[in-house]
């Protein structure tokens, strides 16, 4: 009897040690993800966004840019002779649930280095807690509300829109406006954000009144009634911050109410998504990160490339994807290490000393990036840049 | 005035997308969550036609309601009929086709997803909407079109119901489908029928919207259909002229709220207005009283 509780005791010991390894092993942090193992010949990046769905755009576009710029590093021999990139493309599918479950996923998956997040803000706020529990370098693009860049482990590609929405108020500034209207998504995070805080304190600080402010909601699809209101109002300038199918009825509605002045809205708006409004959409004026009038160097070579490989022109979200990944390359480079956890560090010295990349210069704040963005106008289907 | 002008613009927005889907669960018993997708699809198949060739506006029209009959006769052919035969009991059918509705939404809203990749997208057509401005009232031609088709159609089908001996053979499908095939109904085809005219109004809505909208988005159905959802039950199921009513009911009550700038309310407050109607007349405003014999 004392034999068989002893090797009870034995067994249930056995099965205990055994269970705490197989935590560590599987938990965040494994021993192995400690930095120091050089960098692999097969480095694995999941890229856990939407594919399909209501924002499929920015997942789609992301992993575009990020193709070719897997091509760019590995023709280039950036990481090493014969270092490869293997890009796993995990769907989110425009729900919050889903966002988890694929990240818990590819989180769980030892193979994988490094992640490029989920581009909606809900999805990777649900999910960036998660990344820094469990220890896995998560470069996230688009995504820019509240929440999402918390802990040494998220990193954040895409500037917020509101560091570079300043340029807007500026530019009506310059062009006299004194009084605008706010017509706004109360129920997308981004515009609630800048909608509610951001254009408001930017435009006291210009001596620019606002005299109207309406919020709407994700739902919302006719905007006559708003449409009047500012009509009737008739500020010097329109500030519309909707996403794309509503700004194309906004547009509509706004030019049948007979309201003429100047509409400025967001990048929402790039990527061809205004082109359904057709000539109500002349003259539109918005901020983008990225845009292929962009005359610098570095972005002009990223539309070329982009040009030669897909035939077509790239749009914000390839930019971004072209940059996350990039950003990624130059983090195992710093760092001379593939794993977790020296991604993780290369990040946050590149994050230290910027890059260039399709979107011009990155700097960063933290571990959150910052570009100038250029101003752009949109007139008979093309962006040029905003005088 | 201005404002009832857009209550009657919004409503007749609403109106033409649930009448279909009110026509086929008021009388046959289907509550079809395909309707949304149907409507989607059709004014994307219009958009399709139309990025080839510039169609005027009757044409892209036509095309758009022959997409949604022929998507609602196929969903009705070789989803829910099979539903209806092989399940053992209404309730059970009920609940197969509504699942199977969702189902088959899905399919035309991932082509759609992935053709556009969720952009929105209208028509390339030779009309061009005008603004008539009638004493400081200010009306697009297309706004007049969608009110005037909303009204029209609304009250045309609640006519028609009522009063001819198809509507008659529809109303007795709803009230008890048995003895109606016992009467010589022929359930199947008028099932059939329904479904292919409810898809019809669909791909009406689809087109009209599109114009009025200028464009739509994949996921446009989706959110009208939780506003059709409410307008029919708002109205009492099985009354056309409930759901007449009710589309400018919910119209009225969003307009409301956004003229007092309360914007981010509207779904909360007309929700929340037609829960109030419903705790007072469970039946919805001309919906019949249901009897339950023990």
Redesign the interface.
Known sequence: MGGAARKRRTLLAGLAVSAVLATVACGGGAAGDSGGGGIEKTIKIAQVQDQTGPIAYAGLGASEGAELAIEEIEKQGFLGDGVKIELQKLDTAGEIERASSEMNKAMGDRDVDAIIGPAATQQAATVAPLVGRQKVPTVFTQAGGEGVVINDYTFRVTPPMESYYEQVLEYLKDKGAKTISVLYNATFPTFSLLGEKGVPKMAKERGIDIVQSLPVQMTTQDFAGQSQQIAKKNPDALVMLLIAPQSVTALRQLKEAGYDNQIVATSVQAAGNIEAAGANANGLVYPVPFSTAMDGESSQAFTKAFRAKFDKDPDPYAADGYDAMWFIARAIKASGDSSREGIRKGLAQVAKEGFTGAMGGLTFEGNDARVDGALVQWQDGKETLAQ | M??LL?VA??GS?YLLFALGMALVWGTIGILNFAHGATFMFSAFVGHLVTSETELPFLAVVLVAVLVGAAIAALTQLLAFQPILKRSKNQHAAEMRILIGGIGVAAIPL?IA??QT??????FRSSYE?E?LEIFGL?L?TT?AVVIVAGLAIGIGLTVWVRRSRRGLALRAIGVDAETAAGMGVNRTLLAFGTMATAGALAGLAGALLTFQ????????GD??L?KAFAIIVLGGLGSMAGTVIGAYVLAGAE?LV??L?Y??W??AVSFGLIFLILLARPQGLLGRKEVRRT
Do not use: K, M
């Not at chain 2, 990749?117 to 209208?122: C, E, N």
């Not at chain 2, 909208?213 to 446009?220: Q, R, S």
């Open positions: 201005q404002d857009n613009s919004l927005i991932a997803q992935h990749r969720s952009s929105p997208f209208g909407a603004v200010r697009s706004s909208l200028g464009a739509i988005a994949p996921e446009t959110q009208l939780i307009t956004l003229n700038n914007g981010t509207v779904d």
